[in-house]
Every structure is written in structure tokens, then in C-alpha cells.
């Protein structure tokens, strides 16, 4: 484990927050405006060709960062960055699709339950058995979520579009402790690995247009709101975060990076509905409240998680 599980008085002498951790907030912040943007680029656009045009174009930006795999073990280090490219992907066919058929709010604070999943990943994939405050956080954030998908009639439950958020954020859970361990196998830079990713999951999505019935390219809309959005999504939302998170990622522990990015859905859903119009009912703020709640309660002085 790092540094936040160390007792005594290294643990008190620890900030709240590291200099990295403050960026992965940034990141949070920047994540919650995505679904809003997604929402509003998907409504002028297929979502397969919507990704393969955002992809693209961070891969474009990329290219000179594919200089960092002049190392020893490159072979090694492309295919594990292949492989996380390709769970990227993954988890962004099942978050835009399921953004284009639920509401921005409900998307940014259903997201959030690999909160929930990570710990649980981290285990598995990490042999690294989380504290019981962390799993205590996760079952918090898991009843948030609960109470989110329940917040309009009481008896909806989930739509498509809500399970396909859900299943985003399985996977999510799963990228982190990849991701981890990936770095402390290869040591491939952060930039270099976040263009490889781009480049599979640009691939991919024009694999994907090939293949899914009814996929057609689209005119490219001439619309300001939707090149705004797609300027948002492509250079704070992919290229300056993902960055942050695979620089963060073998820094600090996989349930602190998901922790950390648990205010997300609040700013997700104030974004949406001030920028939407997202209607989001008392039961709805109290959900995500207990979201938000369960990061604070891991990511406070003194925790072991």
C-alpha cells in the first residue's frame, strides 16, 4: 500500500491531499462537465462516429509522445498499453451510448459506483485487500447510487441507458488497477501510454462503425455548441485527464484514485443542470450527497484506505 496506509507520524505529517491527487480532482471537476458536453455532441452526431472523431483527433495530438516507446521493452509495454486501450474502449461504447439514453445528471452520479467496484477490482486483480473503511465508503456510495436510481416514481429502477453506466463503471474499476500495474511492470510514460490508448480506441470505434448494423457516417455538424463540446471533450476531458490519471495511477493507491474522483457526480449534475436543465429530485441530491460523502470519508487526514 502507499504512504496513506503508514501509521503514526508519518500518516499525521501526510497532506490532506498530494500535489497529484489535487490534479485528480481537477480531473473530477472536468469529467463532471463531459457528460453535459457528451449529451450535447451526441445529439448531433452518431455515437460511434462521435468517438472516432474525438479519439482521432487526441491521437493526432499525440503522435510525437509515441517517441517514448524507444525503450528496452517496448513489445511488453505496447501490448499492455493495447490492452488497456482496449478496456478504454469498452467503458466509453458503454458510457456514451448510455449517456445518449439517460439524462446527463443521472449518468454523472450512476458513473460514480466504481467507487463501489474498485476496491472490490483492487482486490482481485491486486491481491490487495481494502480497509474496513473502505469497503464501509463503497457500501456508503453504493446506497447513494441506490437511491438515485430510484429517484423518479420509485418503481422506474434503471433504464438501458442507466445500465449501460452502471456496466461503464465496472469497468472503470477494472482500468484503474490495470493501470497500475501496468505502470509498475513497464514504466511507460503517462503520455505515451494515453496515445496508444487513443490510437486503439480510435481503431477500434472505426471497427465498430464497420461492423454494427445501421452504423452510417454522418455530415459533420457546422453547429458552434457542438465543436465547443467536442474542443472541451477532446482537450481537458481526454487528453489533459487522461494524462493526469495514468500519471496518478502508479502513485497512489487504485481506491484512492477512484475515491478522489468521487465528487465527479456532483459536479457532473450541478453542470447538467445548469447548462441542461437536468431536473434532479431532493432524493436525487441526497444520493449523491452520500456519494460524495463516501470519498471524503476515505480521502480525510488520518485514513487507511
Known amino acids: 500500500m502507499p504512504?496513506?496506509?503508514?501509521?503514526?507520524?508519518?500518516n499525521l505529517a501526510r497532506p490532506w491531499l498530494s500535489p497529484v491527487e489535487w490534479l485528480l480532482l481537477l480531473v473530477a471537476v472536468i469529467w463532471g462537465g463531459s457528460y453535459s458536453?457528451?449529451?450535447?455532441?451526441?445529439?448531433?452526431?452518431?455515437v460511434l462516429q462521435f468517438l472516432l472523431l474525438r479519439f482521432g483527433l487526441t491521437f493526432v495530438l499525440l503522435l510525437p509522445a509515441l517517441r517514448g516507446l524507444a525503450i528496452?521493452?517496448?513489445k511488453a509495454a505496447l501490448a499492455g498499453a493495447t490492452l488497456l486501450g482496449i478496456n478504454l474502449l469498452a467503458i466509453f461504447v458503454c458510457e456514451t451510448f448510455g449517456v445518449s439514453l439517460s439524462t446527463a445528471s443521472n449518468a454523472a452520479f450512476l458513473i460514480s459506483l466504481c467507487v463501489a467496484f474498485t476496491p472490490l477490482c483492487e482486490?482481485?486483480?491486486?491481491?490487495?485487500?481494502?480497509?474496513?473503511?473502505?469497503?464501509a465508503a463503497a457500501a456508503l456510495s453504493l446506497a447513494g447510487a441506490g437511491l438515485l436510481a430510484f429517484q423518479h416514481g420509485g418503481t422506474?429502477?434503471?433504464?438501458?441507458g442507466d445500465?449501460?453506466?452502471?456496466?461503464?463503471?465496472?469497468l472503470r474499476g477494472t482500468m484503474v488497477c490495470l493501470?497500475?500495474?501496468?505502470?509498475q511492470r513497464h514504466g511507460l510514460p503517462a503520455l505515451t501510454m494515453t496515445a496508444v490508448q487513443m490510437a486503439v480506441m480510435t481503431l477500434g470505434s472505426a471497427a465498430l462503425m464497420c461492423v454494427v448494423p445501421g452504423a452510417t457516417w454522418a455530415p459533420l455538424p457546422h453547429t458552434a455548441s457542438f465543436w465547443s463540446a467536442m474542443a472541451f471533450l477532446v482537450l481537458l476531458c481526454t487528453l489533459f485527464a487522461f494524462f493526469v490519471q495514468n500519471h496518478a495511477a502508479s502513485r497512489t493507491s487504485p481506491s484512492r484514485v477512484a475515491l478522489l474522483m468521487g465528487s465527479e457526480p456532483l459536479w457532473g449534475a450541478l453542470i447538467a443542470v445548469l447548462w441542461l436543465g437536468d431536473h434532479i429530485t431532493p432524493q436525487g441530491w441526497l444520493g449523491g450527497l452520500?456519494?460524495?460523502?463516501?470519498?471524503?470519508?476515505?480521502?480525510?487526514p488520518n485514513s487507511k484506505a
Open 123 to 135: 482486490w482481485w486483480l491486486l491481491k490487495i485487500r481494502p480497509s474496513r473503511s473502505t469497503l
Open 3 to 10: 504512504a496513506s496506509a503508514v501509521h503514526g507520524s508519518q
Open 179 to 183: 493501470t497500475r500495474r501496468h505502470g
Open 72 to 74: 528496452p521493452s517496448w
Open 156 to 160: 422506474a429502477g434503471l433504464t438501458w
Open 163 to 170: 445500465g449501460l453506466i452502471v456496466l461503464a463503471a465496472l
Open 37 to 46: 458536453a457528451a449529451k450535447l455532441a451526441t445529439a448531433q452526431l452518431p
Open 290 to 300: 452520500l456519494i460524495v460523502a463516501s470519498a471524503w470519508a476515505v480521502t480525510r
